[in-house]
């Protein structure tokens, strides 16, 4: 593999991001924010706990999509921005599997999770692992019952998406969605990493 | 430097891959992740979610403020507020500004919103209010300059660029029997 994923979050960890003179912040081809991690986490740990059982399912679906669409979009602007073309571009020898692994990296650099592809099948199935991540800070103490790593879910299954979905559609009407993650094991539950696999929806 | 002037202490932590802002973890995320949080949080009427997003802004936000407040010895309106609205700015959520503030209301200006700008780009102008986060913002500034607690301050929008206006505003209203102090 060509990627040298250390190069690639020395490189864009550095970026300096922040609002202009408007208090945005554009890039990507998106409006960025740079929040505290716990306003998140602490959302859908407080959303999840207090819906029913009936309704737990479809409130991680939902926190899971928000991210898996904020993925499809925000990982498309990030493999055809001026940062990717610099640093990973020419890493690229084999696309998109080299891409996918490039992803990763920034995905790390970018301070989600540190996450690296564990297996991947080209076109069928992607085994996520990260030994650091934001969503796990929901326990402290002992081990949850309940996974929490919704945003991490859903934007794996976007980078399978963007690399075998088709064509990026910025409506999101066709591309999105061809895959699914599913989080096998969780930090917050006690595993040693967490753990995400992601196949054909 | 001037003691009304927010430094941000920005950090990388290699070894876990995680990024601070003034010692707490921050992430980058986008328009289309916020307008489907929000989106959640208005669909989810049975719990009201739209009052637990704008809790969770409000709670990260007061901690954010009130320690830089006490770190850096921030002391008067004037400065916190000036604090306040360069935080705002600095994380990418708009260009706020307080108008004017007393111990029992208040109110803010938005010229610019990333939560309302994004909602537009993302689905064009809507009839609801959708920055919950921003009015958790609004509370948790004005407990943190006034040294009053969480769930002091409520707060609501009397227009907003995601229902089409110019410019968003904000009313804040304190909500304690107490008054202020």
């Not at chain 1, 706990?49 to 409130?59: F, G, K």
């Not at chain 1, 999101?172 to 969605?177: I, M, V």
């Amino acid at each position: 593999m060509a990627v040298n994923r250390e190069k690639i979050i020395n490189e864009l960890s550095k970026l300096d991001v922040r609002g202009d003179e408007t208090g945005l912040i554009n890039g990507y081809g998106v409006f960025i924010q740079q929040l505290p991690a716990m306003i998140w986490t602490m959302f859908s740990e407080r959303l999840t706990r207090a819906v029913s059982e009936e309704m737990l399912e479809t409130a991680e679906w939902l926190l899971v999509d928000a991210a898996h669409e904020c993925g499809y979009h925000t990982g498309y602007g990030i493999i055809t921005s001026e940062e990717w073309k610099a640093v990973v571009e020419p890493m690229i020898e084999k696309a998109p599997e080299d891409v996918l692994h490039g992803a990763f990296a920034v995905f790390s650099a970018w301070g989600w999770a540190k996450a690296v592809v564990h297996e991947l099948i080209p076109g069928e199935k992607m085994v996520i692992r990260a030994h650091d991540y934001y969503e796990a800070d929901v326990v402290e103490y002992g081990r949850s019952g309940k996974m929490s790593a919704y945003t991490l879910t859903g934007v794996a299954a976007a980078f399978m998406d963007l690399a075998y979905g088709g064509e990026y559609d910025p409506t999101g009407a066709t591309g999105l969605n061809t895959f699914m993650g599913q989080q096998t094991k969780g930090i917050e539950c006690g595993d040693e990493y967490g753990e995400i696999v992601v196949t054909r929806a | 430097m001037p003691d009304n002037t927010l430094q941000m202490r920005h950090t990388f932590d290699r070894e876990r891959c995680r990024h601070e802002i003034n010692g707490l973890t921050s992430v980058l995320h986008c328009h289309h992740f916020a307008s489907l949080t929000t989106q959640l949080a208005n669909d989810c009427q049975l719990l009201d979610a739209k009052k637990l997003l704008a809790h969770c802004a409000e709670d990260t936000f007061y901690l954010v403020l009130t320690d830089y407040y006490r770190k850096n010895n921030i002391m008067g309106l004037e400065k916190r507020f000036r604090v306040g609205e360069q935080y705002f700015a600095e994380v990418g959520l708009g260009k706020l500004a307080v108008t004017y503030a007393g111990p029992y209301s208040g109110e803010v200006v938005l010229e610019h919103s990333h939560i309302d700008e994004g909602w537009v780009k993302k689905w064009g102008v809507t009839d609801k209010a959708v920055n919950h986060i921003g009015c958790g913002y609004v509370c948790a500034l004005f407990a943190a300059a006034y040294d009053r607690n969480r769930r002091e301050f409520t707060a609501f929008e009397l227009q907003s660029i995601a229902r089409g206006a110019a410019k968003s505003v904000i009313r804040v209203m304190d909500v304690t029997d107490a008054g202020g102090k």
